[in-house]
Each structure stands twice: as C-alpha cells, then as structure tokens.
C-alpha cells in the first residue's frame, strides 16, 4: 500500500501560514527564516505559495520531483512550486476551468525562474508526441530570446526581467498544449540610453559583440570592444557567472526553433547594430546669422555606417537630426534643433527602434507558437511582472509610478478573487458566510486611474494642454486637484502637517499605497508620458529600404499622415493593465509570492530588514488574515478521518459508516467545542489553529502509544516463534541421531558378516586351487615326457638328411669351380684381342684428324669469330628463354610484375614479350567469363565513370558485387504476391528508407527496378505505393559525401509527380544509381538520365520546393546519418566526419 506524507507530517516550523500561531509580523519572519535555513523555500499561505530565492540549487527540481508531486492532491506534501503547478494543470484539464497563475516579487526574487519551472512541469505531465513536444519546445525556447532582448544586468539581478510578460499557454481537450500568446508590457526602453552606475544595458548588445563571428560583426560594421559604444555601460560589461558568447549562440538556436528565417535573424542583428550605431552620433553647436542656435553632426562615419545598414539615405537622417518639422491643418513649420533637442531627438529614436523592434519580436513568436486550430482552447496564462519597487532618496519616478498603480491593480483583484474563492466555498459547502473586514485598495487605484481626478488623467491633460509644460506644472495641478485625498501627500497640500515635512521635497510628492508610502519625484513625469518621437524621424525611417524598418514605422507613411497625437505612455499602459484585469477576472487564479532573502545575491544570508520590507509591500500579513478570517483549516472528511480515527475507539481501527459521521463521532469523543469547527457538504472547517494543533499533538501521543503497542506485540511474537522454532529444531535433531545411530550399528553388523563370509569362500577357493593345480601338473608331466620322446625321434632323421645334403652340394661346388676357370681363361684372351683392335682404330682415327686438320687449318683462322659469337649468342638465348620459362608471373591480368632483363641488348624483346604475356594472359582470363559476369563489370566500369573522384561512398562499393535482387524476390514466399503483380523482370529489389516530407523520418520501403518503371512497395504488406515510368525520370541527385540518401526528380507536369519528387536512403546506393542509368539508357523511349552529384540541391514536394543541405557533423545515435526538417524550405542531412 502507498503510503501518503501530510503537509502536518515532519513539518520544519509551519508549513502554511494560516496555522501560525500567535500570528504576527515577527512570528511570520522568524518562521520563514527557520524555513529557510533548513533548504525550505517554499511556504504556503493557503493556495498562495511564497517562494525564497535561494540563490543556489537545490535537489528540489529533479525529474523524480515532478513524479512525486504529479496528480497528488495541493496539501498532500509539503510546500512547492510543482503542487501549485499540478493543481493549477489538473483544474485546468478535469474540470475545464482557465487558469492564470500570478508571479510577483521585486528584481532578484526570481519571477522568471518561477515561470520557468511552472512552464517546466507543466512540459513534463502534459502529453507526448512529435508535434506536442515540438510546440513545448517552441514554447520553452521562446524564454532565452525574450530575456536576451528584454532582460538586463541591475545591482539587484545579473538577469533582471526589465519588462512585463503574461503568456497564454493553450490546451486541448486532452491537456496537450496547442501553442500559446506572449503579452509584454512597459518594457523600461530608457535602459537603452542611459544605465546606472553598477547596471548593464540589455543582453543582447553584449552578447552579439562577444559571440557573433567575425564576418558577422564586420557586415553590421561593429566592433568587440564594447568601449567604442556610448550606449554600453563599462563598469559592469563582465558578470560572474554569464558566458554572453555562449548565450548568443544559445539564442541563435532558439530563434531558429521558434521558426525565425534566417533572413529575420540577420534584419534583428542589423537594428540592434543601428541602435549601438545611434548612440556613437554626437552634435556640436553651430550659430546662425539670424541668431538662433542650430546642431551639426561632429563625425559622420557612424552616421554612414548606419545609413548603409537600414539603406536610408544619409542626408535625409541627418537633416531628420537637425530641423523639426511642426504640420497643423493647412501650414508646416520648420524650425532647427539645438544641441540638446538633437541628443534628445537620437535617444528618442533609439529608445523607440528598440521598443518597437521588442514589440516586433513577441508578434513574430506568437505567430509561431500560435495554436494552429481554432477550436475553443483551454487556458493556463503565466503572468510574470515586476513587484512593487520603493527606491531610496526619491529616486522613485515615472517608472516606480507605473509599476506600483499595476500592483496595486493586483493586490485588488487578488483580494477580491480570494474574497470570492472563499465566499463561494462556504456557499458550496453550506457554511455561512460572514463579511470579513480588510484594507480595500480601491480608493488608491480610484486615485491613480479615475478618468476625470486621477494622475494618470491629469498627467495626459496637462501633456495635451498648449502652453509651456513642465513637471512643476504637473505637480501644482495634482496639489490642486489631490490636495485633499487621504492618500496624497505634497508641501503644498491643504493639510497643514505636511508644511513642515522636510522629508517631503518640493518637488515631489508622496502616494500611501497598500504597500506603504512611497515618494515620487515629479521630474521627469512629461516627458516620459509623452515618449515623442519627431514626426521627421518616423518618416526618415520609413524611407528605409529595409523591410522590418518599414513595419516598425508605418506612421511615418507620408500618404497616411495622422495630424492626431499618438497616446502617451501612461494611457497604453492603462489600457493594458485594464485589458489584463479583464482577463485575469475571466480566470482561476494562481499565486506565487517571490521574496528576495538578501541583496548581496549570496545564499544563506537571510536578512530580517529586507525581507520584513517585502512582507509589507506584497500584503502577505494581509492575505494572512483575510484566510483567517473565517476557518483557517479545511479538510475533506474521508483524509480527516484516516488521519485522526486512531483517537476514538469507536472509530479505531476501521469505521464502516459514511466518513462524515465518523468524524462527527470522533470530533464529539474527543470534546472539541462546537464553536471551534463546522460541517460542510464535504469538508470540516475549524476555526482556530490552536484546535489543529490540539489534534496534531493527541495524534503524536496516540500514535507513540500505538507504536509502544506494536513493539510490545511484536517483541511477544517474536519470542514465540523462536521457542517454538527450537522445540522443532530438538525434536528434528533427536529424530536425525536415532536414525544415525541405528544406521551405524547396521553398518557393524553387515561388516562382521562380509568379513566371516570373505574367510570361509577364500578357504574353499584355495582347497580347489590346490586340487586343480596338482591335476594339471600331472597332465604336464605326460606332455613333456611325449615331447622329449618325439624330440629324440625327429633329430636322428634330420642328422641322415643332413649328411646326405652335404654329399651332394661338395659334388656341385667341384664342378661349378672347373667351369669358372674355364670361362675366366676364355674373357682374358677375348679382352686381349679387343685391345689390340681398339689400338689400330685410334691410331687410324687420329692419323685421319691430323690430315684434316692440317687441310682444313687456314679455313678455320678465317671463320672462328664469328663461329664463336653465334654459338654464343644461341647459348645466351637459350639460357634466357629457359629462365623466363622458370619465372613468369601469375595468370591474374592485375599482376604488374615481370623477370628482370638479364642483357641489355634483350630490352625490346623483353618488352615485347611481356606484352604479348599480358594479352595471351588477358585473353585467358576473358575465355572464363560468363554473359552475366561481362555484364556485372560492364555495369562495374560505368558506375567507375559515374561515381570516382566524386563521391566519397565509392571506393567502398568497388569490392561489393552488383548482386541486383538482394530480395531474392522469386523465390521468398513473402514476396509471391508483389511478384506475381510484375509483368516484367525484375532487374534490382533492395529495401530502402523513404524520407518522410514532414519532419525527415524514414521509412521502409521495397524498391524494384524494372526495364521500364521503378516500384516503390510497403515492406510489411507488398503493397504498391507508387509506380514511375522511367520517361517521367528526368534525373538523380546524391551529395558527394559517404551517405546513402539520393533523391528522384519527376518530369514536371506528369501523372507521377503529384506528390512530388522522392528522397530515399540505401546502402546500395552506387548499384542503384548504376543500373537506373543503364536502363534508362537502353530504354527507347527515354532520355538520357542525368546524375547530379552536389551537397546542396533543391527537391519539389507537392506545391513547395525545399533545400537538401549535407553538412558534416559529429556522429549521433551512434555513427549513423541523421535527417531533419529545420524549416518549410531547409531539409538538413547531418554526415558523420569520416577519420
């Protein structure tokens, strides 16, 4: 059985802080500093979960966490982000209820890794697939392009999220996401200009001069060193811990995930380059003869360089910098710029570029990751926005008022949203509701955002009113109008007290938010609400002959010019907090509180001041005591009374009735008072947590006098079984040694036996062997004496033979000795004669020579040398025919050796006659060959014409024979249906992969080549898939690498090229290719098949015709060659490095 922990169990201080007890602000402090100190970063303050930066990692985020938290119930376990995430999902997904969840905190807290382990888990749980993981991906890699162009380096963050962010993630049925939509809001574009000290501009600028190429940097015309650029800050351009190189390439790769063009990427680098551009354009001042002050651009270089990037002609920017241009109903008027109105009119134009080219890129990634259905989705939206911000020093400005009016938007729809969460409980539940009192911030909201009185009406007013207006003008306006408001605070307003505040300056003026006071310095305020950009500047960039630059711009059209005054700042970012109230109104909401624990960004620093302060600001105290208000614990009744039946007998150990009335049985047992609890349809509700605790701690007693009980039973137990175990263990062991014993004894007994038995046959054994023996010695005593008798007998007659053989053999030898001294004298006399014969002959013989020579002598002198040489050349040639003879080479045509040439005279005829070796050789050779093997080195020596030197896969293929049916298609029976449906001969089969047109997959497919057509057949079934006359092939395509892949390109316009062409992968590529080009050679109403060999060719599928791309890569999934579809136009086919 699984055995389930309680948010109650092994609890380091309290785990939710409605059961605090006392509950104060110090007792709310020290609880989360105890939590924290024990790697406890998660809290719950009912549903809200408020999270502690830690500023490390902890093993809190594994995949085993995931699964652990993953359809558990909200207070099963103990406090963490990922049962907030589950639940969120689970509403979402079972009971078809939207979802946002809220993530506030100030800078460093870690909004943005909270969004990103809620997006995180959210990926885990949902569904799998090809195309879900793909749009989880997308969704995922939206964060690194969006924190590059939106995030920046502050003194509280090194990753500070400078804008707002709230995403639409969209669900099916099934809870697999669908795609999503990106909202931003108040991205701070004044960063672009101008950082603190200690503060880094955006991401991006750092990372694209530390990580692009250096063709890249030299097209955009930048430079590495980031002190060339007026707009980078140099005290803090390096930060620990962030590799900007790394992260740009990190960003490259998701904008291509996303599905960013490469064309899109290079017109994003281009504007972040004109913007570095802008920022070097410095002016000097330059006197006109009329008297008036004018500015000139001082170098002009970065001008031109940024000119050339946008394609916008350098004059017309330029005088873009130098004049103004005011148009009422029917007149313009120009006037010049001085110094400072053209560094204004510049940062203007760079603030607004980036802004826009931010707004541009959330547009463009919510058309990627938008849900391509229209069906109605399921919602889950993540808000992740800046938390209230209180500087010192009145450092507080326009910005900080922004800010500060959205969280007070939030903290009211939080209170009103948790307000009607419970209310709507108690009334499910039938418990009665009772008006809980708490701070309403509607009054601070009515006083920021009320059409007519509010700042933000009064500040658009006085923005829009003609006349000189500055911020002294703003500030007596709301002295006038606010003076009187609870809430507002000035020198100059109507109370009295607030005449001697030096605290408060005059130029400043001071909002008592929920969150605290807070005081806003009023410069400034004009400007940034009108956020103007000259009307000259708007149509400069719309001359651009850069495309993205014309989508940023479209007011600077000069057919469409608008004489209207664009809204200001305030009134968008109004209109957008209204916009996102609405939407969270429409939704469950989710919370998540984040609190930064120190500002030196170290772990295990817990600073009580800091984390006091954002308490406050975030009304934790208040969310406390609005759950509070009513029952600060709730249970469903059957985990109630699992949790508790042991402290009631009547319900100890199993109740068998309804489990709300065993808890009423346990509830009156155990004299808890009525007032300290109620009965819902579903839940008990108790009042205080005083009575929680009264229960944990009769829980902890029962369950130690319970595990008391069980040692004792099972100690008792235990003894038992090893009593009775050695019981059985003697008995046994008796049994074994009354049998061992009986065993021996016989064993004795049947030795004595053998023993007097082995005695008595051995005695009677030896009797007989003596009886025997004495018998056959008297027969051997007749046997001798008849053999000496027999003996005697044969001896006498061989002495008479013998006698008479020795009479007769004296005769023989006598006359066997006369006749040889006959024969003797008779040879002696013979070889007598014989030589005197002999001696007459060569005495002739030599008297004869001497008369020859004598006559033949002078004949002789005249002929010798030339006698002599022939002989020795006849010599010679025999000698060297003999050795060819002994030393020829083998009969193998590819055998390159021969003899060495004895003589050098001999070097023609040694030439000559290895020639004539090598055809005789040769023409034995081709005696042996059969039709099928001439026409298998025939089709050898075309794929040799095709193929070496220009594809790095043939080498391999020479010593592989050209088999052609690796199927063996006629006689396997699992073929017999597909061959049966050929009409003619099948000349190759061979199974190859088809490339699938959507995402690059393979598949396998039977390939048949025919004399006229090429069959492509399922490999499982043997059905047909598709059928190409080789008339309607007009050519093959393969790269030059040592991959398979090769792609069929179809006649356009033909029955077969519906689909479009076909991209397959074999290991046989080579005899392929060979025999398609053969055949479509040999055929007589086809063209010659062209064979194109390149690493980049264009492939038509259906309506769209994409690029195949062979890079090499290191190897994946082993060594084998991956390939992907990148984009609706790139198919990219990754080849491992071959050694």
Known sequence: MEVKTSLLDNMIGVGDM??????????????????????????????????????????????????????????????????????????????????????????????TEASKLVMSYVAAVCGKGQEVNKVKEQLLQSNPVLEAFGNAKTVRNDNSSRFGKYMDIEFDFKGDPLGGVISNYLLEKSRVVKQPRGERNFHVFYQLLSGASDDTLKKLKLDRDFSKYNYLSLDSAAVNGLDDAANFRTVKNAMQIVGFMEDEVQSVLELVAAVLKLGNIEFKPESRCNGTDE???KDKNDLKEMCELLGIEQSVLERAFSYRTVEAKLEKVSTTLNVAQAYYARDALAKNLYSRLFSWLVTRINESIKAQTKARHKVMGVLDIYGFEIFEDAENSFEQFIINYCNEKLQQIFIELTLREEQEEYIREGIEWTNIEYFNNAIICDLIENHQSGILAMLDEECLRPGTVTDETFLDKLNTICAEHQHFESRLSKNSKYITDHSLPHTCFRIQHYAGKVLYRAEGFVDKNNDLLYRDLSQAMYKANHSLIKQLFPEGNPAKVNLKRPPTAGFQFKASVGTLMRNLQTKNPNYIRCIKPNDKKASHIFTDSLVCHQVRYLGLMENVRVRRAGYAFRQAYEPCLERYKMLCKRTWPHWSGPAREGVEVLMADLKVPAEEFSYGRSKIFIRNPRSLFFLEERRRQCLQNLATLIQKIYRGWKCRTHFLLLKKSQIVVSAWYRRYAQQKKYKKIKSATTVVQSYTRGWQARKLLRELKYQKRCKEAVTTIAAFWHGTQARRELRQLKEEARNKHAVSVIWAGWQGTK???????????????????????????????????????????????????????????????????????????????????????????????????????????????????????????????????YPSSVSQPFRGDYLEISKNPKYQKLNSAM?????????????????????????????????????????????????????????????????????????????????????????????LHRTGATAADSEQLNIDISDEFLVQFKHDKVCVKFIQGAPKNGNSVSCKRKNNRLLEVSVPTTA
């Open 18 to 111: 409605v059961l605090l007890e006392p509950l104060s602000e110090d007792s709310f402090i020290e609880n989360l500093r105890n939590r924290f100190d024990h790697n406890e970063i998660y809290t719950y303050i009912g549903s809200v979960v408020i999270s502690m930066n830690p500023y490390r990692s902890l093993p809190i985020f594994n995949p085993d966490k995931v699964e652990e938290y993953r359809n558990r119930n909200f207070y099963e376990l103990s406090p963490h982000i990922y049962a907030l995430a589950d639940e969120a999902y689970r509403s979402l997904r079972d009971q078809d209820k939207d979802q946002c969840i809220l993530i506030t905190g100030e800078s460093g807290a870690g909004k």
């Open 295 to 297: 500015s000139r651009i």
């Open 823 to 953: 024969a003797r004298r008779e040879l002696k006399r013979l070889k007598e004669e014989a030589r005197r014969k002999h001696a007459v002959a060569v005495i002739w013989a030599y008297w004869q020579g001497l008369k020859v020579r004598r006559e033949y002598r002078k004949f002789f002198r005249a002929n010798a040398g030339k006698k002599i040489y022939d002989f020795t050349i006849q010599r010679i040639m025999q000698k060297y025919f003999l050795g060819l003879k002994s030393t020829l080479p083998s009969m193998s045509p590819i055998d390159k050796s021969w003899p060495a040439r004895p003589y050098l005279f001999l070097d023609g005829v040694h030439t000559e006659l290895r020639t004539v070796f090598h055809h005789w050789r040769c023409k034995k050779y081709r005696s042996q060959f059969t039709e099928e093997k001439k026409a298998v080195y025939e089709e050898k020596l075309e794929a040799s014409e095709i193929f070496k030197d220009k594809k790095a896969l």
């Open 983 to 1075: 009409e003619e001969k099948v000349l190759l089969a061979d199974v190859v992969n088809k490339i699938n047109r959507a995402n690059g997959k393979g598949t396998a497919r039977i390939f048949l080549l025919t004399k006229n057509s090429v069959v492509l057949a399922d490999q499982k079934t043997g059905q047909v898939k598709a059928s190409v006359p080789l008339p309607d092939l007009t050519s093959v395509s393969v790269s030059t690498q040592s991959d398979g892949f090769f792609a069929l390109k179809l006649k356009e316009g033909s029955a077969s090229a519906i689909k479009g062409d076909f991209l397959l992968s074999s290991e046989h590529l080579i005899e392929i290719i060979t025999k």
